[in-house]
């Protein structure tokens, strides 16, 4: 069953497409229609890609304990 994320309307674009080769080298895409690359290999675009996740995750943290404490 398909299930639009937050903030989505309407059919989005197969999400198995994050990665994508152009002229030789390997890409992946992030939301807001971004592409990261380029990369030699598509594996190095997959680590790459687990890498930004982790790093936005992270962000991601900082900028939540950052609002509580100034709700705080």
């Known amino acids: 069953m398909y299930v639009n994320r937050d903030g989505e309307q ?3 674009g197969d999400r198995s497409e994050r990665f994508f080769q152009m002229d030789a080298t390997w890409y992946f895409a992030v939301r807001g229609g971004r592409q990261m690359g380029p ?3 598509k594996r190095d675009a997959i680590r790459a890609s687990g890498e ?3 790093g ?3 962000l ?3 900028r939540a304990a950052a609002g509580n404490r100034a709700m705080s």
């Open 10 to 12: 309407g059919l989005q």
């Open 39 to 41: 990369y030699q290999t």
């Open 56 to 58: 936005q995750s992270k």
């Open 60 to 62: 991601n943290m900082v």
């Open 52 to 54: 930004y996740i982790r």
